[in-house]
């Protein structure tokens, strides 16, 4: 860093030595809105791309490989994104989480849109920022805190647009840019190369998981809803505190899977005693799995907890325990989720078809072969998906140093 840190120094003292010119959002661009009026058969054999919002989301630069299509009439008015522009996503279920951003750093050579969930920033200059540099700032500490105060709701929270507008921004000279992305890229490649490796055993894992899961036509299958019990998740009103203060039971999210894995004993957030409902807790051992929003990511819990109503939770009924392996029907939930995604009712907020969901066919091989399947599929799985060891172990740790330099190099002295 020491090397890293001079050069930095050297740029600032020669370009900007009393510190760096902050401004409001809306002092230098415009915000625009995504794709509106659109219903569920827009989305179908569409004519024209759009960007979504788990690519916002998932990407700090656009993903512009893009295969989602949604039809747009000649003549019809919605806005298009351009190279340079900073998209966002609109609302999330916690503040912090709000806001998440995502830059446009290659030229766009045809209309492409944004869907309704998110929205866009546009520079008035684009000369004054590169791109790049964007896309490193806006995942910064600095930012991430800004854009988190902006955000309110109670269940789900959306950013005001009228508080983000006013967020100040650092605007270093182009130079000073160009030597911290420089910095900045020679981490995210090495992340890059090494999330290409993990990439490549991903896929021999999944080729061996759907080939152990082809369970013969011969073998004895049950309704879902016949050989499980399905409870709703539920968000406790943020508002009460007694809910969440020193809460002890597990409350998972999305967040606890993306960071965690899906094999899961505790969660990041906590609730307490007196925010159960009658239903009560979610047993050891059983799946959670969305049906809402971000469709088919499941996990197994292995311990007591609740979970946010984006997740159905699904527990092995008691005359089925000695039928069905809690392991094997976490596996087995992996073709499940294929079956949800392509059972869907809503455009703009998709959701599972529940009655159908109930009628999805478990497979009820004997307990030896299950326990065969799980032996090996834990295998793979804590290869490619425990954080803890290996590739996913070492990306991780790498991603930590990045976000360290990064948040070093992204802090500046404000012009006064």
Same mark, same amino acid.
């Given at each position: 860093m020491t090397k890293h840190k001079s050069n930095i120094e050297n740029l600032i003292s020669q370009f900007c030595p009393n510190g760096i010119p902050f401004k409001e959002l809306r002092e230098i661009g415009i915000l625009y809105n995504g794709l509106s009026g659109k219903s569920k058969t827009d989305f179908v054999n569409g004519n024209a791309k759009f960007i979504s919002y788990m690519n916002v989301y998932s990407n700090p630069a656009v993903n512009t490989q893009i295969t989602d299509y949604v039809n747009i009439a000649p003549n019809e008015k919605q806005n298009t994104v351009k190279y340079g522009d900073v998209l966002f996503t609109g609302s999330s279920e916690t503040p912090d989480e709000c806001g998440i951003s995502s830059v446009v750093t290659n030229e766009i050579k045809e209309p492409i849109y944004l869907n309704s969930f998110c929205f866009g920033f546009r520079l008035n200059d684009?000369?004054?920022?590169?791109?790049?540099?964007?896309?490193? *700032?806006?995942?910064?500490?600095? @930012? +991430? !805190?800004?854009?988190?105060?902006?955000?309110?709701?109670?269940?789900?929270?959306?950013?005001?647009?009228?508080?983000?507008?006013?967020?100040?921004?650092?605007?270093?000279?182009?130079?000073?840019?160009?030597?911290?992305? +420089?910095? *900045?890229?020679?981490?995210? $490649?090495?992340?890059? $190369?090494l999330e290409t490796e993990l990439e490549?055993?991903?896929?021999?894992?999944?080729?061996?998981?759907?080939?152990?899961?082809?369970?013969?036509?011969?073998?004895? +299958?049950?309704? *879902?809803?016949?050989?499980?019990?399905?409870?709703?998740?539920?968000?406790?009103?943020?508002?009460?505190?007694?809910?969440?203060? !020193?809460?002890?039971?597990?409350?998972?999210? @999305?967040?606890?899977?993306? *960071?965690?894995? +899906?094999?899961?004993?505790?969660?990041?957030?906590?609730?307490?005693?007196?925010?159960?409902?009658?239903?009560?807790?979610?047993?050891?051992n059983s799946i959670i799995i969305s049906t809402t929003a971000t469709i088919g990511e499941h996990a197994l819990i292995k311990v007591e907890s609740l979970s946010n109503q984006q997740f159905t939770c699904l527990t092995i009924k008691e005359n089925y325990k000695e039928k069905l392996l809690p392991e094997f029907l976490f596996y087995y939930c992996f073709i499940l989720s294929e079956w949800c995604k392509n059972n869907v009712n809503g455009a703009s907020f998709q959701i599972v078809n529940m009655h159908e969901f109930k009628k999805f066919p478990i497979p009820l091989p004997p307990l030896s072969e299950q326990q065969r399947i799980v032996n090996i599929l834990d295998k793979f799985e804590s290869l490619v998906n425990d954080i803890s060891i290996g590739l996913p172990a070492e990306i991780k740790a790498r991603h930590k140093q990045y976000e360290y330099y990064r948040d070093k190099l992204l802090t500046f002295k404000e012009l006064t």
């Open positions: 684009k000369n004054i920022f590169s791109p790049e540099f964007l896309k490193h *700032l806006f995942r910064s500490d600095y @930012m +991430r !805190n800004a854009i988190g105060k902006t955000a309110s709701g109670v269940t789900r929270f959306n950013v005001s647009k009228a508080r983000f507008e006013k967020i100040k921004i650092p605007i270093p000279p182009l130079p000073i840019q160009q030597e911290i992305v +420089r910095i *900045l890229n020679s981490f995210t $490649e090495l992340e890059t $190369e490549k055993r991903q896929k021999q894992y999944e080729y061996y998981r759907k080939k152990l899961l082809n369970i013969s036509q011969g073998i004895k +299958r049950q309704p *879902l809803g016949t050989v499980l019990n399905l409870k709703n998740g539920y968000t406790p009103p943020k508002a009460k505190s007694e809910f969440w203060t !020193n809460g002890t039971i597990p409350w998972f999210r @999305m967040e606890d899977i993306r *960071l965690h894995g +899906r094999i899961l004993t505790d969660s990041s957030q906590h609730i307490t005693k007196e925010a159960i409902k009658n239903s009560g807790l979610f047993p050891p």
